[in-house]
């Protein structure tokens, strides 16, 4: 699916661009005020990650010309160099002002009602279940869901970044899951029935208005760890949107009574970056007292009605960016980038005050 910049990189005639990204060091937009300063004299969010040519071109740019080219990107038509430029720059500030609407949290997260503990440390963050929603509906461009229990973050990249990525967080209550039949199963099947059920989902998908998803095929074939009672596995997805393809890494954590879902959702081409940061993360989860596999107790708890196998088969998710809700009407794309363009003028006009 594409992302951010690549899809507009996509709109903009396949070209792709540079990657200057704006990372966040504290939550934070990159171009929050300095302490003391009046509101009205801080630049747009984001605006300190532009480049010195990016910046000048956008203080140049009048209306008009702004409009022009609006209307070039809803139309798909091919831009000059300046106008990438300036292009990429508008994406760049247009992630910053969505990221600066997200409220990051560190350190130990209580998550569920006493379910489990996150410890994240240093390197990542947690957004809580309807900051998570907005990414995965209003960033990636999902269709709507149920809410998560949370997202997990790296802690210098927003999750509407380019090269961003998150580990969406949810728990399912449907009882203990009996692993005794990990080794016993036909994962190529499998796969074909996904593929299958996949295909029978996108005419609900296209009646909603979104382009059609498809799995491709495992991007990491499913991997059982007794020792861990966690499964692991990756899919790939494609859509008819066009663009880089999908990610969905994930981990099932299964628990006394329920399972725990980690969903990373990212580009296919940080496959590389993502394995390992899940490995890394499974790590900071861990089931609180009660909860655990261990702790199930046959005489009161329930047993879940299907098995691993069944674990496999869920929903899929697609990282979009913020202009791929141009699926849903070109006019977005006009309207967002006008007015932000008007944020910017307002912000040079108090300047020259």
Known sequence: MKHAALVLGALLAGAPLTARATVFEDGNSAA?????????????????????????????LD???????????????????????????????????FDGKLTYQTGDIKIGDGLATLRLGQDYRFLGPADARRVIEEAWHNPPGELPLG???????????????????????EGHVDDADAASIDYDELLAQMKEATEKENESRKAMGFPAMHLVGWAEPPRYDQSRHSLYWAKELGGDDGGENSLNYAVRVLGRKGVLELNAVSGMTQLAEIRPEMEKIYGLVEFDDGNRYSDFNPDIDTVAAYGIGGLIAGKLAAKAGIFALLAKGGKFIVLAIVGLFAGIRAWFTRKKE
């Open 63 to 97: 209306e008009a010309g702004i409009q022009a080219l609006a209307g070039k990107i809803d139309r798909g038509e091919a831009l000059s160099d300046d106008e990438k430029l300036i292009a990429e720059g508008l994406a760049i500030l247009m992630t910053a002002e």
């Open 32 to 60: 929050a005020p300095p302490a003391g300063a009046p509101q009205d004299e801080a630049p747009p969010p984001g605006w300190d990650a532009l480049s010195p040519a990016q910046q000048e071109k956008l203080a140049q």
């Open 151 to 173: 997202m997990i973050v790296p802690a210098k990249l927003s999750p509407a970044d380019p090269r961003g990525w998150g580990v969406v967080l949810s728990y399912v209550e």
